[in-house]
């Protein structure tokens, strides 16, 4: 186990030792993904416009319902909205894929051509969306059997609840059997498709080192599953995972912050001149609360101090995102790959 864990750390310092190709292989990917993306939104992007112009869309009041997370256009521009998420997702995700590539060439002694990945093969591209698509049902199976069952507990509850055979929760404040059996379920089902997801977070390696190119989708799932059948493996991954938790927890807790203060800034910038009937309105929702709690924490700043605040939080929002590019985005595609070549192919 030291062996496997020195030999993670000096596969993830080769990256920093091959800083600029490192560096320039994953900003070509991002853009290459970024592009992609937006050929693929072209058309998407044309009918929502398109929508947009007909209808006469207020464009104001959708700018400040997306950023209080409570979209109230109708049906058709939010099924829009959403499928162009999931077509960034999944171009996205297309991405790591050439980030496996080169990282597995790097672990191999080999620096890839900035420009010899897996852009343009529309083969690979076709496969990963297959993989893409089975490992999302292997990860559905918890999510599903969850819904199922809280379903039927509730159906049980309430026959139960008709007859009174329920039992309350107690004066003193403790959880009833009901909320505790859902948050057993939810654990259980957690914990399931945290499993599930360390059985199947190795398709796409055995995928980009599958040099002939001939398997259907799914036996890459099948040897995903083969290879982390070990226990000995799930508990040496699991401890190299809590080794790492408190460098990520710091990154994920600075991330989020600075994710906050801005995002909410924006938006007290966005509402703050809002009228009269649109304030009337905002009392009818449920995005009154957090309109409310803009107006306390931004109303006594002036104008310019709300601009100085506004352009040192981007300040620090970019500067941490390019801190996190250069020198962390990668680092966990390395550990999955070493991983992967040191201990389940060993």
């Given at each position: 186990m030291v062996a496997l864990i020195k030999n993670i750390f000096l596969d993830i310092l080769y990256l920093y030792k091959n800083f600029l190709h490192w560096n320039i292989s994953k900003l070509i990917i991002f853009l290459w993904s970024i592009i992609l993306w937006f050929l693929a939104m072209v058309p998407l992007v044309l009918i929502i416009f398109l929508y947009w112009y007909f209808v006469d869309l207020n464009i104001k009041d959708l700018s400040f319902q997306v950023i209080s997370n409570s979209l109230w256009v109708d049906w058709i521009v939010n099924i829009l909205l959403?499928?162009?998420?999931?077509?960034?997702?999944?171009?996205?995700?297309?991405?790591?894929?050439?980030?496996?590539?080169?990282?597995?060439?790097?672990?191999?002694?080999?620096?890839?051509?900035?420009?010899?990945?897996?852009?343009?093969?529309?083969?690979r591209m076709r496969k990963y969306i297959s993989i893409t698509f089975f490992n999302a049902l292997v990860l559905l199976i918890p999510v599903v059997l969850f819904i199922i069952l809280v379903f039927l507990l509730a159906l049980?509850?309430?026959?139960?609840?008709?007859?009174?055979?329920?039992?309350?929760?107690?004066?003193?404040?403790?959880?009833?059997?009901?909320?505790?059996?859902?948050?057993?379920?939810?654990?259980?089902?957690?914990?399931?498709?945290?499993?599930?997801?360390?059985r199947i977070c190795f398709v796409y390696f055995i995928f980009i080192e599958d040099v002939r190119n001939n398997q259907k989708a799914i036996e890459y799932i099948k040897k995903s599953f083969s290879l982390t059948k070990s226990w000995k493996s799930l508990s040496r991954?699991?401890?190299?995972?809590?080794?790492?938790?408190?460098?990520?927890?710091?990154?994920?807790?600075?991330?989020?912050?600075?994710?906050?203060?801005?995002?909410?800034?924006?938006?007290?910038?966005?509402?703050?001149?809002?009228?009269?009937?649109?304030?009337?309105?905002?009392?009818?929702?449920?995005?009154?609360?957090?309109?409310?709690?803009?107006?306390?924490?931004?109303?006594?700043?002036?104008?310019?101090?709300?601009?100085?605040?506004?352009?040192?939080?981007?300040?620090?929002?970019?500067?941490?995102?390019?801190?996190?590019?250069?020198?962390i985005y990668g680092v966990f595609t390395m550990i999955l790959a070493s991983f992967y070549k040191r201990e389940l192919l060993k």
């Open positions: 959403y499928f162009s998420k999931f077509i960034f997702v999944v171009a996205y995700l297309y991405g790591y894929i050439l980030l496996i590539h080169f990282t597995l060439e790097y672990l191999k002694g080999k620096k890839l051509k900035y420009l010899s990945n897996y852009y343009w093969n529309i083969w049980f509850v309430w026959f139960e609840d008709s007859k009174n055979l329920i039992i309350q929760s107690s004066t003193d404040g403790e959880n009833n059997y009901f909320t505790i059996i859902i948050l057993i379920l939810f654990l259980a089902s957690s914990l399931i498709l945290a499993y599930l997801f360390y991954f699991v401890l190299i995972l809590l080794i790492l938790s408190p460098f990520v927890l710091v990154l994920k807790f600075s991330w989020g912050y600075l994710e906050n203060e801005t995002s909410t800034l924006n938006n007290y910038l966005i509402v703050k001149d809002i009228t009269v009937e649109e304030e009337e309105y905002l009392k009818t929702t449920a995005q009154y609360t957090y309109y409310q709690g803009l107006i306390l924490k931004y109303s006594d700043l002036s104008e310019t101090e709300l601009k100085s605040l506004s352009i040192k939080n981007d300040v620090f929002f970019i500067l941490f995102s390019i801190f996190n590019f250069i020198l």
